[in-house]
């Protein structure tokens, strides 16, 4: 039982108090006197007759003007108050003594460990925390809060580290130990990105109602808040540059640049011009010519179909991606430049790497992360979001209100297979809505190329033979579905096939976990 008593600041009130609960052989387990002057008084719980003549005798005492029960005794609130801000907090939070033992740690904490409460307390903090030395810092003559760089589950953290001082009752304070506050990579990738983001969200305008192109935004949003490269696979047309430009805008880059350049056909005197700029005197130019890295300073550069780089480019981007530094054509002075690179491709890379197409250290630096854009036939719940998000803003620059799509036209969207994604829905209402003279849209409206009822799959002419065709169209498939089915029981079932056959075939196109983002 716990009483709240409000009284006047009167010499002797409190043994007044104390003097009745001897009284009644009331065992007290805590006092406290707050700032108020209000005093509080923790005792187990008595009887209810007991309790009806104690609370009269308390009001009697000389000072007394309320009594009543309260829940907790204010160090027991801020106690609670603690925990449950410790307990929802997402980063690792450590209380250490002044000899460096761990005295309290939060989930956060615990969950990273993979630990039991009583298992973290006690130990050394650096057993669990590495790269600054604690005991030290507080046998220091002046303790001030640090900002440190540390290692905790062997991955880099930034520590804040900070002191706990307490009064000694003469004006001065004692130094009572260290609380450490520790943030990851990511979570600092996240609140630098909610301190910088835009007022809108980047990502509304891509129209997300399908369950892959849902999971697409949900790991785009994630991807946007670290720095490491982005490699997007898709079929062209289908949104890999929107989902670039949402994860720049999302990302602390958002308010810089955001520069693009096509790999496709492009000469490697012409993409190393652009890229890289060119000193004085280079291809007839007086002055320096700035190159689309430097451009990009801070902010984002786009590579589309990178699979198209030569592989002398390929080497040249290389150097940029391992120290961030590169010579402008015909210029000997080092440029460093601060950009993270996202980079689009619809070919196999991997399979570019294995004939020698593709360089494999390139490769896996552009690779770091990792996005499948599903083509629009694989979304097919999207696309009549897609027609009328179109529709609405093609209608406001021709000057008229949108047109309704009637069940006919609904259907033919739907069941058509789309080769050229989401840029030829785009297309094709542009025509349509350009030459509609009513307020509905029908099937006859929208002209399309025959697709004879079924999907293409090629995006390229083919190249090889039958064998290679079959096997590069079988990997492709499984590529696709593996994601979706990641365990190959899952497969097999899905496909029709023996565990031991897809397995086989995951072996040989060396698709697994590693490989493919699942």
Same mark, same amino acid.
């Given at each position: *039982?716990?009483?709240?008593?409000?009284?006047?600041?009167?010499?002797g009130i &409190?043994?007044?108090?104390?003097?009745?609960?001897?009284?009644?052989?009331?065992?007290?387990?805590g006092?406290?006197i707050?700032?108020s002057?209000?005093?509080?008084?923790?005792?187990p719980?008595?009887?209810?007759?007991e309790?009806?003549?104690? *609370?009269?005798?308390?009001?009697?005492?000389d000072g007394?003007?309320d009594?009543?029960?309260?829940?907790? *005794?204010?160090?027991?609130?801020e106690?609670?108050?603690?925990? $449950?801000?410790?307990?929802?907090?997402?980063?690792p939070?450590?209380?250490?003594?002044?000899?460096?033992?761990?005295l309290?740690?939060?989930?956060?904490?615990?969950?990273?460990?993979?630990s039991e409460?009583?298992e973290?307390?006690?130990?050394?903090?650096?057993?669990?925390v590495k790269?600054?030395n604690f @005991?030290?810092?507080?046998?220091g003559?002046?303790?001030?809060?640090?900002?440190?760089?540390?290692?905790?589950?062997?991955q880099?953290f930034?520590?804040?580290?900070?002191?706990?001082?307490v009064?000694?009752?003469?004006?001065?304070e004692?130094?009572a130990?260290?609380v450490?506050?520790?943030?990851?990579?990511?979570r600092?990738?996240?609140?630098?990105?909610?301190?910088?983001?835009i007022?809108?969200d980047?990502f509304?305008?891509?129209?997300?109602?399908?369950?892959? *192109?849902?999971?697409v935004?949900?790991?785009?949003?994630?991807?946007?808040?670290?720095d490491a490269?982005?490699?997007?696979?898709?079929?062209?047309?289908?949104?890999?540059e929107?989902?670039a430009?949402?994860?720049?805008?999302?990302?602390?880059?958002?308010?810089?640049?955001?520069l @693009?350049?096509n790999? $496709?056909?492009?000469p490697d005197?012409v993409?190393?011009?652009e890229?890289?700029?060119c000193?004085p005197?280079?291809y007839?130019?007086?002055?320096?010519?700035?190159?689309?890295l430097e451009?990009?300073?801070s902010g984002?550069l786009?590579?589309?179909?990178v699979g198209?780089?030569?592989?002398q480019?390929?080497?040249?981007l290389?150097r940029?991606?391992?120290?961030?530094s590169?010579?402008?054509?015909?210029?000997?002075r080092?440029?460093?430049?601060?950009?993270?690179?996202?980079?689009? &491709?619809?070919?196999d890379l991997?399979?570019m790497?294995q004939?020698g197409k593709f360089?494999e250290?390139?490769?896996?630096?552009l690779?770091?992360?990792?996005?499948?854009?599903?083509?629009l036939?694989?979304?097919?719940?999207?696309?009549?979001?897609?027609a009328?998000?179109?529709?609405?803003q093609?209608s406001?620059?021709?000057?008229r209100r949108?047109?309704t799509?009637?069940?006919?036209?609904?259907?033919y969207?739907?069941?058509?297979?789309?080769?050229?994604?989401?840029?030829q829905?785009?297309n094709a209402?542009?025509? $349509?809505?350009?030459?509609?003279?009513k307020?509905?849209?029908?099937?006859?409206?929208?002209?399309l190329?025959?697709?004879?009822g079924?999907?293409?799959?090629?995006?390229e002419?083919?190249e090889?033979t039958?064998?290679q065709?079959?096997?590069?169209?079988e990997?492709?498939?499984?590529?696709?579905?593996?994601?979706s089915?990641p365990?190959t029981?899952?497969?097999?079932?899905?496909?029709?096939?023996s565990?031991?056959?897809i397995?086989?075939k995951?072996?040989e196109?060396?698709?697994?976990?590693?490989?493919?983002?699942v």
């Amino acid at each position: *039982m716990r009483l709240e008593i409000s009284c006047q600041d009167r010499l002797g009130i &409190t043994q007044d108090l104390l003097d009745i609960l001897v009284e009644y052989e009331i065992d007290l387990r805590g006092i406290e006197i707050d700032k108020s002057g209000k005093i509080f008084l923790h005792f187990p719980n008595i009887d209810f007759a007991e309790f009806q003549h104690l *609370m009269p005798k308390i009001r009697r005492i000389d000072g007394v003007e309320d009594v009543k029960t309260t829940p907790f *005794m204010p160090i027991e609130r801020e106690q609670n108050q603690l925990k $449950a801000l410790l307990k929802t907090l997402p980063d690792p939070v450590f209380s250490i003594d002044t000899r460096g033992y761990v005295l309290l740690a939060n989930e956060a904490v615990l969950s990273s460990l993979e630990s039991e409460y009583e298992e973290v307390i006690g130990q050394e903090i650096t057993e669990l925390v590495k790269g600054f030395n604690f @005991v030290r810092w507080m046998d220091g003559k002046e303790v001030y809060a640090q900002t440190h760089k540390v290692k905790f589950i062997e991955q880099d953290f930034l520590a804040d580290i900070l002191p706990i001082n307490v009064s000694d009752g003469e004006g001065g304070e004692i130094l009572a130990g260290t609380v450490l506050l520790l943030k990851s990579e990511y979570r600092l990738g996240q609140q630098l990105t909610a301190f910088n983001q835009i007022s809108s969200d980047s990502f509304s305008q891509i129209q997300a109602q399908s369950a892959q *192109m849902k999971r697409v935004v949900r790991e785009a949003k994630k991807m946007a808040e670290l720095d490491a490269p982005i490699l997007l696979y898709g079929e062209t047309g289908s949104g890999k540059e929107l989902i670039a430009k949402a994860c720049h805008q999302a990302s602390r880059r958002g308010t810089h640049p955001f520069l @693009v350049l096509n790999c $496709a056909s492009i000469p490697d005197e012409v993409a190393e011009q652009e890229l890289f700029g060119c000193g004085p005197g280079s291809y007839g130019n007086e002055q320096s010519q700035v190159g689309l890295l430097e451009q990009a300073q801070s902010g984002t550069l786009f590579l589309d179909e990178v699979g198209d780089m030569s592989l002398q480019m390929q080497t040249k981007l290389l150097r940029v991606l391992q120290d961030g530094s590169f010579r402008r054509v015909g210029d000997a002075r080092e440029v460093k430049v601060d950009v993270r690179i996202i980079s689009t &491709t619809q070919k196999d890379l991997s399979l570019m790497v294995q004939e020698g197409k593709f360089r494999e250290d390139l490769y896996y630096r552009l690779n770091v992360l990792s996005l499948t854009i599903p083509s629009l036939r694989e979304r097919k719940s999207d696309i009549i979001a897609l027609a009328e998000y179109f529709l609405k803003q093609q209608s406001s620059k021709l000057g008229r209100r949108p047109p309704t799509l009637n069940k006919s036209c609904v259907d033919y969207l739907q069941s058509y297979p789309w080769p050229g994604n989401v840029r030829q829905l785009e297309n094709a209402l542009y025509r $349509a809505l350009s030459l509609l003279e009513k307020d509905e849209m029908g099937r006859d409206d929208v002209q399309l190329p025959s697709s004879m009822g079924a999907p293409s799959y090629f995006s390229e002419q083919i190249e090889g033979t039958l064998d290679q065709e079959v096997k590069r169209f079988e990997k492709d498939l499984l590529r696709r579905l593996y994601p979706s089915y990641p365990s190959t029981r899952q497969l097999a079932k899905k496909l029709g096939l023996s565990h031991t056959a897809i397995a086989n075939k995951l072996r040989e196109y060396g698709i697994n976990k590693k490989t493919v983002k699942v």
